[in-house]
């Protein structure tokens, strides 16, 4: 009988490794879906990234267009009110 107590207590035990065992792959395997995720949001992210950085630069040149515009048509209005300064002081105006 002690021979069946010791090989009880063995499975006993060998159970419980299999137990620990099949927590411990459970919890690397919730991890590696972790890892998985965190990198497919990192890689969204990244396209993200990509995309405002392009938007950004589009809206730069955009403004640097407008504040050339801008620049352009003061200085038409600036001739513009010269030449009717112009005009009316020649016409007594």
């Known amino acids: 009988m002690a021979g069946a107590a ?6 006993e035990r060998l159970d419980q490794a299999l137990g620990r065992l099949e927590l411990a792959v459970e919890r690397r395997l919730a991890g590696e ?9 990192l890689f969204r992210l990244g396209e993200d ?13 955009k403004a640097g267009r407008l504040e050339d515009a801008n620049r352009e ?3 038409r209005l600036v001739a513009a009110m010269e030449s009717i300064r112009s005009v009316l002081d020649a016409h007594g105006g």
């Open 73 to 75: 048509v003061s200085r």
């Open 6 to 11: 010791s090989l009880d207590a063995a499975f």
């Open 33 to 41: 879906r972790t890892i998985s995720g965190l990198e497919d949001e």
């Open 49 to 61: 990234r990509s995309r405002l950085a392009g938007d950004l630069d589009d809206a730069l040149a």
